[in-house]
C-alpha cells in the first residue's frame, strides 16, 4: 500500500500562489506517477497534472501555463505550484499515486480563492 499525505493548502487572493505538497509513503517501488486532482463544491472529481517516474507531465487545459508539477524523488514528494491562482481554482485538491490497480488518492487539502 501507498500512503498520502497532502500539505499547502489555504485562503489565498486571486492572482496569488499556493504549494502544495504531497508525501508518499509504504510501497513506494509501486508507483508509476503521480499526480493532483480537485473536487470543487457540486462539481465532479477533475483532473489537474501528472508526472510519470519518466518525467512526461500532463495538465488540465484549465491549469496550463498557471500550475507546475513536480517531484523530489529523494523526498517521495510531490509539488503542485499554483500561481496566478483563481476564484474557480476553490476546490479540495488530491494528490494521487499510478500503481498496477489504479490510482490511490489521498484525504485532500482545501485550496479557496477570494475574489
Known amino acids: 500500500q501507498v500512503q498520502l499525505v497532502e500539505s499547502g493548502g489555504g485562503l489565498v487572493q486571486a492572482g496569488g500562489s499556493l504549494r502544495l505538497s504531497c508525501a508518499a509513503s509504504?510501497?513506494?517501488?509501486?508507483?508509476?506517477?503521480m499526480g493532483w486532482s480537485r473536487q470543487a463544491p457540486g462539481k465532479e472529481r477533475e483532473f489537474v497534472a501528472e508526472?510519470?517516474?519518466?518525467?512526461?507531465?500532463n495538465y488540465a487545459d484549465s491549469v496550463k501555463g498557471r500550475f507546475t508539477i513536480s517531484r523530489d524523488n529523494a523526498k517521495n514528494t510531490v509539488y503542485l505550484q499554483m500561481n496566478s491562482l483563481k476564484p474557480e481554482d476553490t476546490a479540495v485538491y488530491y494528490c494521487?499515486?499510478?500503481?498496477?490497480?489504479?490510482w490511490g488518492w489521498g484525504q485532500g487539502t482545501q485550496v479557496t480563492i477570494s475574489s
Open positions: 494521487g499515486a499510478l500503481r498496477h490497480i489504479g
Open positions: 509504504g510501497s513506494i517501488f509501486s508507483i508509476n506517477s
Open positions: 508526472i510519470t517516474n519518466g518525467g512526461s507531465i
